[in-house]
Nanobody, 122 residues
Framework: VQLQASGGGLVQTGGSLRLSCAAS????????MAWYRQAPGKQRELVAA???????YSTDSVKGRFTISRDNVKNTVFLQMNSLKPEDTAVYYC?????????????????WGQGTQVTVSS
């Protein structure tokens, strides 16, 4: 599975961005997809995830602001980020797992995209 992430950028507090991750390769349509982020000096954390069947998860700090979705025909997963805050600043990574369930352990995601920078200015 190959992953290509895009959509990051610089935005002011309260603004919005939409990240996209296009997946290709065998098994990509059945993969559980996730967005992780890593800020400088911090551990990589799971932001949101979605199974091939549409079950979703989002971490508490983004609930009500971020929405994960996927287009199984185009093998693309999206992360709509609204009401962005400076603490959302990080490199965002798209990841894929062959497991049919959502896990928070990054070691269960065997495929990773290249990362896209999101910077929220105050």
């Amino acid at each position: 599975v190959q992953l290509q992430a895009s959509g990051g950028g610089l935005v002011q507090t309260g603004g919005s961005l939409r990240l996209s991750c296009a997946a290709s390769g065998t098994g990509s349509s059945s993969s559980t997809m996730a967005w992780y982020r890593q800020a400088p000096g911090k551990q990589r954390e799971l932001v949101a995830a979605i199974t091939s069947g549409g079950t979703t998860y989002s971490t508490d700090s983004v609930k009500g602001r971020f929405t994960i979705s996927r287009d199984n025909v185009k093998n693309t997963v999206f992360l709509q980020m609204n009401s962005l805050k400076p603490e959302d600043t990080a490199v965002y990574y798209c990841a894929a797992s062959s497991l049919p369930v959502i896990t928070t352990n990054p070691q269960t995601y065997h495929y990773w995209g290249q990362g896209t920078q999101v910077t929220v200015s105050s």
